[in-house]
């Protein structure tokens, strides 16, 4: 009933439909009302199924009526904008795991084999290893328009196709029209707007491919992108030569002895330590994003642990052949 991905923990309203609690305003009968995103019009309501009505209410009761308050004030705000409120989370003491990884089973690819949804960016698509797996194992791929014609090349046919198709050709734009979704604003980039389709369809975890290569500018926005709407749904990048996870929280990887890994912390004033890495730190501050990289894996998982509130973004490189 009740799943976690993360920091995030997801309770499922339908057979289908899986939403984070934090997301939830409020629950009356056999309806579910979701807080308002900025591009809604108005919220979006769920029915529940008669036969798991009352045991899903009443978990989303007990959510809702535990310090009220404070599940709002967390869930209505962003790191930077609670530290300009100056208000904070408190630190977490007991350890997240990502992929819902554990001690008994830290295997990377049947972890990353439970995000069923991903995203295909157009940058260099995914020739090997876990990123064209996830892609042979999606129930849902959403396509940004650039990438649409690589990805039909390689055989895959897309759940939905985001953009604002300035890059399409016509031919393309005749063959996926029923499942089109044009977005010509031009205040988000197509990966966003891929994202933004994700949040109104409920569709998580999501797990992001090709947005690495052809442009390095466009890479370096796309690990923003991955910083920025972490917050909102449990996400991954997963690239040719590695994964890249955005933690807000203590959290534990899974890992093989040897892996190099490398973390990035772009908050100055965030403590961090290290277990489980070669080169172990205590409640070390970087100062610069280099500091933290480089880093190796001495077993099957390894934990950063954030003293305080923060993005972190750790990335694990795939073995050498």
């Known amino acids: 009933m009740s799943l976690k991905f993360g920091e995030e923990v997801f309770v499922r309203i339908t057979t289908t439909v899986l939403v984070p609690y934090r997301s939830i305003e ?170 933004k389709y994700c949040l109104r369809e409920h569709l998580a975890p999501v797990a992001l491919v090709g947005c690495e290569g052809l442009r390095e500018d466009h890479f370096i926005a796309n690990l923003s992108i991955l910083a920025t709407y972490g917050e909102m749904l449990p996400l991954v990048m997963v690239t040719q030569e590695g994964i890249f996870n955005v933690l807000y929280q203590t959290a534990t990887l899974p890992a093989h002895c040897g892996q190099q890994v490398s973390v990035f912390c772009k908050d100055p004033n965030l403590p961090l330590t290290f277990h489980g890495l070669k080169y172990p730190v205590k409640h070390r501050i970087f100062q610069h994003l280099w500091e933290g990289s480089l880093n190796e894996a001495l077993g099957s998982a390894f934990t950063i642990e954030l003293h305080g509130e923060g993005t972190v973004l750790v990335y694990r490189a795939n073995p050498r052949d």
């Open 26 to 195: 409020s629950c009356k009968g056999d309806r579910v009302v979701l807080k308002k995103m900025p591009w809604e019009e108005a919220p979006t309501t769920f029915r529940l199924e008669p036969k798991t009505q009352v045991q899903v209410s009443e978990k989303i009761t007990a959510f809702l009526q535990e310090s009220p308050s404070s599940k709002s004030k967390a869930s209505s705000s962003t790191p930077a904008a609670r530290r300009a409120a100056g208000t904070r989370r408190s630190p977490q003491t007991t350890k997240n795991t990502i992929f819902a990884a554990s001690k008994e089973s830290s295997s990377m690819q049947a972890d990353l084999m439970s995000y069923k949804t991903v995203i295909v960016a157009n940058g260099a698509f995914p020739e090997r290893g876990e990123a064209l797996e996830l892609l042979q194992h999606a129930e849902h791929i959403i396509c940004c328009d650039g990438a649409i014609d690589k990805l039909a090349a390689h055989g895959f046919s897309p759940t939905a196709v985001v953009g604002d198709c300035d890059s399409m050709r016509p031919e393309s734009m005749e063959r996926w029209a029923a499942i089109l979704h044009p977005d010509r604003s031009e205040e988000y980039n197509d990966l966003q707007k891929a994202l």
